[in-house]
Structures are given as structure tokens and as C-alpha cells.
């Protein structure tokens, strides 16, 4: 290896691209994966010959997000979400590549958006002694209503 050969250690600093979910979460987009393709449906003679479709895969459990995240992402009811933990988005709207990135980008935003929020934990509640005892006096009184529409014979 020659000295010509050595990396200039100023070009190596630049900042690496990265999708902001958050303004303290950031995902680097070299743990995207983005494959083009053709796009299904009508579209005339330009969607046979070019591949504007974007496939996105984001593998969870090889990220850089926290894994309490990890978790809830993993957690979620999701179609998109693979058994492997990973994300498979397909964005074919646009009739452009970049367009369609895009967008396939903004909805992984928005799912691990969602799973950031931690959910409120769920107290549950007692119901009051002056609760319980109205339902207990409007049941009397209900029967009592029901009672007296009963044939005297029968009233007892």
C-alpha cells in the first residue's frame, strides 16, 4: 500500500443519512434496505420497462433502536411485520422512484413513531359505597314496579 492510497480522515467524518423519527431518535438508513421494482396495475408502456416500486426491509432485531422499542414494535398486530422481526413496506403509488422512497420511508417513520409512545399504565378502579347502594335501591324499586303488575292473587 503506497501513501497515495491512504484515506483522507476529513471526508471520512461527513455525517452519515439518517430517517429522523424523533428529535432524539434517529434510524441510519444503511440498516434500510431499499430494493426497486415494477410496479403492479395499470400504467400504460412506461410500467413494463421501468421499476419505480420501492421494497423497503428493516430488520428490528439488527437495529439501532432502544429495545424497549424493539419490544413494542416486535409486539404490534401488524401485516407488514414479518415472524423474522422484520418490516416489509411496498410503496407503489407514485409514479417515480424517488417518490415512492419517499413515501415507503415516511411509513416506517410513522410506525416506529408509534412505537415509541409508551402506553399509560391502567389503574383499575373501585366503585363507591354510594354507587353500589343506588343500583341495589333501583333494583328494589324495579322489582317492586315489576311486582305490582303481577294479579293479586299472585302477590306475595
Known amino acids: 500500500m ?10 471520512v467524518s461527513e455525517p452519515t443519512e439518517v430517517l429522523r423519527v424523533t428529535p432524539r431518535l434517529a434510524v441510519p438508513l444503511c440498516e434500510i434496505e431499499l430494493d426497486a421494482v415494477r410496479s403492479q396495475g395499470a400504467g400504460g408502456q412506461n410500467v413494463n420497462k421501468t421499476a419505480t416500486a420501492i421494497h423497503l426491509r428493516f430488520d428490528v432485531h439488527a437495529s439501532s433502536l432502544p429495545e424497549d422499542c424493539k419490544a413494542r414494535l416486535l409486539a404490534r398486530r401488524d401485516q407488514r411485520l414479518t415472524r423474522e422481526g422484520s418490516i416489509v413496506i411496498k410503496a407503489q403509488q407514485h409514479r417515480s422512484q424517488e417518490q415512492n422512497r419517499e413515501a415507503a420511508l415516511e411509513r416506517l417513520r410513522e410506525m416506529i413513531e408509534a412505537a415509541t409512545h409508551v402506553p399509560r ?6 366503585v363507591s359505597k354510594a ?15 315489576k311486582a305490582l303488575r303481577k294479579p293479586v292473587s299472585d302477590r306475595e
Open 2 to 11: 503506497s501513501p497515495d492510497d491512504v484515506i483522507d480522515e476529513t471526508f
Open 121 to 126: 399504565v391502567r389503574r383499575p378502579t373501585r
Open 131 to 145: 354507587a353500589k347502594k343506588r343500583r341495589v335501591d333501583d333494583k328494589t324499586t324495579r322489582g317492586k314496579t
